[in-house]
């Protein structure tokens, strides 16, 4: 009885895992190929209108560099131990005008 | 399928960017492709947007190819990636609950059983069945599985597909049958009792 019960459970089983065995693929629809053939035209045009020229390029990399470069200057210069107060550059300032 | 000679000649032309070879792809993929995208993806309409996001893919990187594999691999390959990919988006959109109303709408959608339209009538609760079973396998043999039973891929191509040897082919479709068939056989159990 547990045999013949078993034999049906593989049987069964099989039949499962092969009853994809005669798939039909599906057709592809004539709009999808459309869509299809149709990308290297969408893909051209979307290039052309964000082609950005060599020269702007240049210029943000330009302002992005000075940018950075102000920014590093500022940076070593507050960090910079020896640099001197408000209050002392005004001292020298008048030091000076003193000795004239 | 393209022989390699045949694959040189229409990469080039690709390479150069003539309009007519990448139709001639189009006629000798789309198809494949697709049906590949059905089977991961089980809806036409995601199918059909992998489709093309595929192809805009194989045009923009095509200049990339080597011709390491064989064309067909090369494809095959970004489109198991794209289905992937996915099929990810989809399921961390789940777990952080983006568009809440739809998805659950959706995962009401996805409860219900996948009947494949290109299945025969007599065999569609069946397949219905191991289109469940598959879906509960891990990643790498889901993929090798689906690859060769439902695609008909050969072991060699799904090899160079995911980028692994022969014999993890071979394994991993032998684990993925195994593990098919134990649970198949508990949903037999199941439903007997």
């Known amino acids: 009885m547990k045999t013949e019960k078993e034999s049906t459970k593989n049987a069964w089983i099989e039949k499962v895992l092969n009853s994809a065995d005669h798939l039909t693929p599906l057709p592809v629809s004539s709009a999808l190929t459309e869509r299809l053939i149709s990308i290297p035209n969408k893909i051209k045009t979307l290039s052309s209108e964000l082609y950005v020229t060599r020269q702007r390029i240049w210029l943000a990399a330009a302002s992005i560099a000075l940018l950075i470069a102000t920014s590093i200057t500022v940076f070593q210069y507050k960090n910079s131990p020896n640099n001197d107060s408000g209050a002392d550059i005004y001292d020298n300032y008048f030091s000076y005008l003193n000795q004239l | ?193």
């Open chain 2, 1 to 193: 399928m393209v022989s390699m000679e045949g694959d040189d000649k229409l990469v080039g032309a690709l390479k150069l960017g003539d309009q007519q070879a990448f139709q001639t792809l189009v006629n000798l993929f789309s198809s494949k492709v697709f049906n590949l995208c059905f089977n991961f993806l089980k809806s036409t309409e995601e199918a059909e947007d992998a489709t093309q996001e595929v192809f805009t893919i194989v045009f923009l990187s095509i200049k990339k190819f080597k011709g390491e594999s064989k064309l067909s691999t090369w494809i095959y390959r970004i489109s198991v990636n794209k289905c992937k990919e996915i099929i990810r988006n989809k399921s961390r959109k789940k777990r952080f609950g983006f568009s809440f109303p739809l998805e659950k709408a959706e995962g009401k959608q996805g409860a219900t059983t996948f009947y494949h339209p290109g299945i025969e009538l007599e065999d569609k609760e069946r397949a219905a069945i191991l289109y469940k079973a598959i879906d509960q396998l891990p990643d790498k043999q889901k993929t090798a599985f689906t690859l060769h039973k439902l695609e008909g891929v050969s072991y060699e191509e799904i090899a160079g597909i995911m980028e692994t040897s022969l014999s993890s082919v071979e394994s991993l479709i032998f684990r993925a049958r195994q593990k098919l068939k134990s649970s198949l056989a508990n949903y037999f159990s199941e439903t007997e009792d």
